[in-house]
T-cell receptor, first 117, second 110 residues
Framework: GAGVSQTPSNKVTEKGKYVELRCDPI?????LYWYRQSLGQGPEFLIY????????DSGLPNDRFFAVRPEGSVSTLKIQRTERGDSAVYLCASSAPAGGRSTDTQYFGPGTRLTVL | QKEVEQNSGPLSVPEGAIASLNCTYSDRGSQSFFWYRQYSGKSPELIMFIYSNGDKEDGRFTAQLNKASQYVSLLIRDSQPSDSATYLC??????????WGAGTKLIIKP
């Protein structure tokens, strides 16, 4: 596709359940980012992949959160034992390889709205 | 703690006037700055990026950067009702992650 895609668009789950959120970046983009955004706030950085490896996971709030990108394209954000405070919109972005400032721009997917009841 | 600050607004501007949005950042070493627009219920959409001190113009939009004072602004000329949205300022961190302000809600009144 032409842009970043994310599935599902909405996810409602119960406290304590496990969820997976998927991101499909723009074709050819090697950098992939996960952010989450709570109502009335700017996005908050979670994790950054360059290729298959997590280059920076310092934004993951705790060990219930984990993300993978096994083939350097699609990424999955995994949340174990969900809590009500995890409710937010989870945004994925991708950008071309680092190396030129014009390639620093991050393009965002439509987001997944996660609601934990 | 690296921070990006924006006035949350709302900022109300008459149609056809200039809307001025401001942002300050704490990390003096920051090099890349971005303005995104976000409509309610949608994801952020890139408006402009700026790397060098001074002004950068793109259509009705002008980004201004002053690294000495650590602020970046966005001017929107000939404001239209469709410009009504939340405008997010973002600064690129050392690992290419974006550090975001909370956004300024802009309302263009017809």
């Amino acid at each position: 596709g032409a842009g970043v895609s994310q599935t599902p668009s909405n996810k409602v789950t119960e406290k304590g359940k496990y969820v997976e959120l998927r991101c499909d970046p723009i074709s050819g983009h090697t950098a992939l980012y996960w952010y989450r955004q709570s109502l009335g706030q700017g996005p908050e950085f979670l994790i950054y992949f360059q290729g298959t490896g997590a280059a920076d996971d310092s934004g993951l709030p705790n060990d219930r959160f984990f993300a993978v990108r096994p083939e350097g394209s699609v990424s999955t954000l995994k949340i174990q034992r969900t809590e009500r405070g995890d409710s937010a919109v989870y945004l994925c972005a991708s950008s071309a390889p680092a190396g030129g400032r014009s390639t620093d721009t991050q393009y965002f997917g439509p987001g997944t709205r996660l609601t934990v009841l | 703690q690296k921070e990006v600050e924006q006035n949350s607004g709302p900022l109300s501007v008459p149609e056809g006037a200039i809307a001025s949005l401001n942002c300050t950042y704490s990390d003096r070493g920051s090099q890349s700055f971005f303005w995104y627009r976000q409509y309610s219920g949608k994801s952020p959409e890139l408006i402009m990026f700026i790397y060098s001190n001074g002004d950068k113009e793109d259509g009705r939009f002008t980004a201004q950067l002053n690294k000495a004072s650590q602020y970046v602004s966005l001017l929107i000329r000939d404001s239209q009702p469709s410009d009504s949205a939340t405008y997010l300022c973002a600064v690129m961190g050392s690992n290419y992650q974006l550090i975001w302000g909370a956004g300024t809600k802009l309302i263009i009144k017809p």
